[in-house]
């Protein structure tokens, strides 16, 4: 028998999401036929069988999470199926239990006895959620009561997979590790509002303040604090979908005419669309821009993605009347917001980073 374990898809993450088994169990493979369909970092990989032989055993459904290195599937062989437990029951007992309280992990001075924790977990309620009543902040057996109420009347826990999952655990990486500040200011695009192309012409902009202020056009390393700056730049696209947020990279954006932006970006919306986005197209970003404007908002807090040090926001455009020239007029007005890694970052740099950016939109 051989064991093919879910290799390294090149894109160094930890693990993957089963999509689609091609095969079942009995089933003959040869070997580079399509075997499972992966889904990490935001595309579904193909990975095909490096074996010619019989399918013994799937270790894994699809929707599961699959570790990087562990045991995906076993081709020819043992047949014996690997014998199987059930954990986590709770025997329930009358039995009068005197424990003393322990600690919830990551909830400072807030306790629970051991019998009122089984109650919790018997009842699939996360103590995370509840607000404890009892003395000295403890949580009692009807905290959890009350709780798993509530839950009754909501839907079951959906676990986040694929893009939504991705997207949890970058975000949560970066408050972990990023120090953020945003800096917000309005420019006035009126002499041009007219061609409505703003991200390109935003993304132009963000170019040559990169030139300016090459600090925020980098990459930052927390564990070696050092810092790597580019002179490419490679601009990271947020783009919304339903299965959640995909940020492609458009690269070397300095070399590239207004053109050849627009295409690109029509093409990678199309691709994300019908998730035949490369993963290859998700790497290498040096900056990120969020246009989330075109949905709604003025102003907001862009969330950093490591190893990148900043991403601009641009919000929705508006109307506004201003005094130009010593006249009023009405003012096409596009707010920015510009989140950076104060690690790597200092406020001049920022600044000015954001101030060359407006210049370069006023004209």
Sequence with gaps: MKTFHLPDLGEGLPDGEITQWHVKEGDFIKMDDPLVSIETA?????VPSPFTGRISKLYGQQGDIIPTGAPLVDIEGDEKKASSTVAGEIPSSNEVITQQATLISGRAGIKILPAVRALA??????????????????????????????????????????????MA??????????????????????????EKDFTVRVMQAMVKACQQEPALNAWFDGQAMGRRLFSNVNIGLAMDSQDGLFVPVIKDVQEKPAKALREEIESLKKQVESRSVSPETFQGATIVLSNFGKFAGRYANPIIVVPTVAILGVGALREEIRQVDGQIKACAILPLSLSFDHRAVSGGEATRFLATIIQALKN
């Design 169 to 194: 655990l970058a975000m949560s990486q970066s408050h972990r590790e990023v120090v953020p500040v945003t800096i917000l200011d309005d420019v006035d695009i009126s002499t041009w509002v007219k």
């Design 42 to 46: 935001k595309a579904i990989v193909e």
């Design 121 to 166: 977990k018997k009842l699939n309620v996360d103590l995370n959620t509840i607000i404890p009543s009892g003395q000295d902040g403890t949580i009692t057996a009807e905290d959890v009561k009350k709780a798993s109420q509530v839950l009754s009347s909501a839907g079951p826990l959906e676990p986040l997979k694929g893009v939504r999952r991705v």
